[in-house]
Structures are given as C-alpha cells and as structure tokens.
C-alpha cells in the first residue's frame, strides 16, 4: 500500500491541538501508539496514511509477522478506543477521497498530515507542468534561431 519515502527532518507537532483534541479523551497506551503511528506515517507514501487492518499496522510499526498475533490481541482495543474517539479518519470519506481516489477504503488517516502531503504533490506536479511548458518554449524558440548572432551575419554578408 504505502511506500518509503526519504524523511524529513521532522513534522510539526501543534502543541495546542494535541492537548485539545479527541486524543486526550483516549488512555495514555492508546496515545502512544497513536504517536508511534504518527511516527510511522510521516515516512510513508501517501504521508499521514496507514494500513487499515491490524497486521498492516503491526508491521508498519516493526513487529515481525510471529509476533503479529500478541500484538494484535494487546492493540486491537486501542485502535477501537483511537477509533471511537474520533482521532483518525478513514480512507473512504468523500472528502479524502477526492485528494486521493486510489485510498484504500480501510486505511488510517491522519487528516492533517495528508492533507498537507496532498497539497505538495500538487504544488509539484503543478510546478513540473508550469516547468515543461516554459522549456518547451525556449526549445522552440532556439530551434528557429541562427546559432551565430544576426549583427555577425549582417558583417559578413556585408564584405
């Protein structure tokens, strides 16, 4: 589903919004899988998605396949109290998936992080396009110039 990507240096935690939001609401357990989660999504590709089901997201965090069970009989209750709370989103909201048709249905969403990754992809392919066209341009232009300048051209037809 999600791809390595190269890792920023860091992600902005908004101090304000995490002691306010519905994460508080959540037990100190399922607030540090959620930061670990966090962790996790912000080197993934899409940014800020994870796997919907509970092996996905065990090893997205690392666990080894022989150990996805007891992971997933200790965590499936945090991600159902995550869930409940309303701390993430699911991919198959309309909204997300308008930013990002090919989002699984299933997957975990931190709205903020991929919203913010949707809109640099876009800033991207906008400045990829805006870039193509301008170099287009300039080829065109030098295809139908003379190499040697016309004041040149003039001199020596001249003589």
């Not at 699911?90 to 990754?117: C, Q, S, T, Y």
Request: hydrophobic share 40%; glycine share 6%.
């Amino acid at each position: 589903m999600a791809a390595f990507i190269e890792p920023q240096s860091g992600f902005m935690l908004y101090v304000a919004t995490w002691r306010g939001c519905e994460v508080q609401k959540c037990s100190l357990a399922a607030q540090g899988l959620w930061m670990n989660m966090l962790c996790e999504m912000h080197v993934l590709s899409p940014r800020g998605v994870a796997p919907g089901n509970l092996p996905g997201i065990a090893s997205m965090l690392g666990f080894q396949p022989e150990m996805h069970e007891q992971w997933i009989r200790i965590h499936t209750q945090l991600i159902a109290e995550l869930e409940q709370h309303k701390v993430f989103s699911r991919g198959k909201e309309p909204d997300l998936k308008a930013m990002w048709p090919a989002l699984p249905d299933d997957a975990i969403v931190n709205r903020r992080m991929f919203k913010k990754w949707s809109d640099q992809q876009a800033a991207s392919e906008r400045g990829r396009r805006n870039a193509n066209a301008r170099w287009k341009k300039e080829r065109a232009k030098k295809a139908g110039r003379s190499e040697t300048p016309k004041s040149i051209q003039e001199i020596l037809n001249n003589d």
